[in-house]
């Protein structure tokens, strides 16, 4: 089935440092999304992007839709202690099924205050 | 609204025993999901609903397992004759049919076997 490359996959960072991190796929994508995941919990949505070349903030995340159709970014801005967790990104095969999400394999993201 | 809801949050089984898992989506949602995660991976698709139809299932998905829907709003997941290699995170998302659809995922079931 499709793969999701994502990456980095870990990084360490000190409290107040920005963040990049992004995820590829061999097929053109229409729908991505971004979750983050703490130990025992399951993912919480954070953004969801639907049009190439769309840039979509909360709060101190933002996030693109590559305008390949075929990666997507996330950027955390002024890292807190709170950001620590796994982040996935998860997106819809364009011509695939219209409801399966692909997940990468996650960003595991720890913060040093 | 309190969200996808999972029941239990854990559960530990010895080999061979059968389990079920339980999720009630939020309430308006007519597409239902359960998929599986193990340890350093991203969660993976097992089998989707759309109201009480179940619309696919991943090969993931042998013979042991077999969730229901039954009148489009919990959903049930059952493991029998349980192996170890089924211990995992299971986890149960819902969304509201559209062009931008967003699943939103509960808190899982940590099953382990023994």
């Known amino acids: 089935g499709q793969q999701l490359n994502q990456s980095p996959q870990s990084m360490f960072i000190q409290e107040g440092e920005d963040v990049s991190m992004n995820c590829t796929s061999s097929?053109?994508?229409?729908?991505w999304l971004w979750y983050k995941q703490d130990p025992g919990e399951g993912p919480v949505l954070l953004i969801a992007?639907?049009?190439?070349?769309e840039l979509t903030s909360n709060g101190r995340l933002t996030a693109q839709f590559g305008i390949t159709r075929k990666d997507s970014f996330l950027n955390i801005s002024a890292s807190i202690p709170s950001d620590v967790g796994i982040y996935f990104c998860a997106g819809r095969e364009s011509g695939g099924s219209n409801y399966k999400l692909t997940f990468g394999k996650g960003t595991l993201l720890t913060v040093n205050p | 609204d309190t969200g996808v809801s999972q029941d239990p949050r854990h559960k530990i089984t010895k080999r061979g025993q059968n389990v079920t898992f339980r999720c009630d989506p939020i309430s308006e949602h007519n597409r239902l999901y359960w998929y599986r995660q193990t340890l350093g991976q991203g969660p993976e698709f097992l089998t989707y609903f759309q109201n009480e139809a179940q619309l696919e299932k991943s090969r993931l998905l042998s013979d042991r397992f077999s969730a229901e829907r039954p009148k489009g709003s919990f959903s049930t997941l059952e493991i029998q004759r349980t192996e170890q290699g089924d211990s995992a995170m299971y986890l149960c998302?819902?969304?509201?049919?559209?062009?931008?659809?967003?699943?939103?995922f509960g808190s899982g079931t940590q099953l382990s076997v023994l």
């Open positions: 998302a819902s969304s509201l049919s559209g062009m931008n659809e967003k699943l939103f």
């Open positions: 097929s053109i994508f229409n729908t």
């Open positions: 992007l639907y049009k190439a070349g």
